[in-house]
């Protein structure tokens, strides 16, 4: 049986802290889905589609990993596609609290789909798509948190 798994978020941008774990996932399991979750309770500074675009350069020379996005639950989403695992990064201890909370509800709603976690890289620890958003915003440098399109499109986003 093929292995899918789901790394969600709203990578608002994604960070290489992002890609590390993607890529780590990557040579787990047989597929990734990169899911972009469309969360209309954020206000995001990229819209679904540039973050679409952002995510798909920065993991191209991943051939089983492919980018998309949802609303709603997570498991309906799951569920969709067909994946069995959930794929999460931890930075801190400060995420497992919340991560395990998801988790444990995500694994009530279908206690078929099972959660995998990463710890991230020690480099990314710190890591957040708010923090880079904010060096950004203040003309910060960037390079080396962030793919270099994503680089590029924060440039813009605040010239």
Same mark, same amino acid.
């Given at each position: 049986m093929e292995t899918i798994a789901v790394c969600s978020g709203s990578f608002d941008p994604v #960070? =290489?802290?992002h890609i590390d774990i993607i890529k780590r996932g990557s040579a787990v399991f047989?597929? &990734?889905?990169?899911?972009?979750?469309?969360?209309?309770?954020k206000q995001p =500074?990229?819209?679904?589609?540039?973050? =679409?675009?952002?995510?798909?350069?920065? #993991?191209?020379? =991943?051939?089983?990993? #492919?980018?998309?996005?949802?609303?709603?639950l997570l498991i309906d989403y799951m569920k969709k596609v067909?994946?069995? &695992?959930?794929?999460r990064g931890l930075r801190a201890v400060s995420d497992f609290e919340y991560e395990m909370q998801i988790a444990s509800m995500n694994r009530k709603l279908d206690d078929s789909i099972e959660t995998?976690?990463?710890?991230?890289?020690n480099e990314y620890s710190f890591l957040s798509s708010s923090i &880079?958003?904010?060096v950004a915003k203040y003309k910060g440098n960037i390079s080396g948190l962030v793919p270099p399109v994503v680089e590029e499109a924060l440039k813009q986003k605040f010239s």
């Open positions: #960070t =290489l802290g047989d597929k &990734v889905i990169v899911g972009v979750l469309n969360n209309i309770n =500074l990229f819209t679904v589609e540039e973050r =679409l675009e952002m995510l798909k350069e920065s #993991t191209k020379d =991943l051939n089983n990993v #492919t980018i998309d996005s949802f609303d709603g067909n994946a069995n &695992v959930i794929l995998f976690f990463i710890m991230t890289n &880079v958003k904010e």
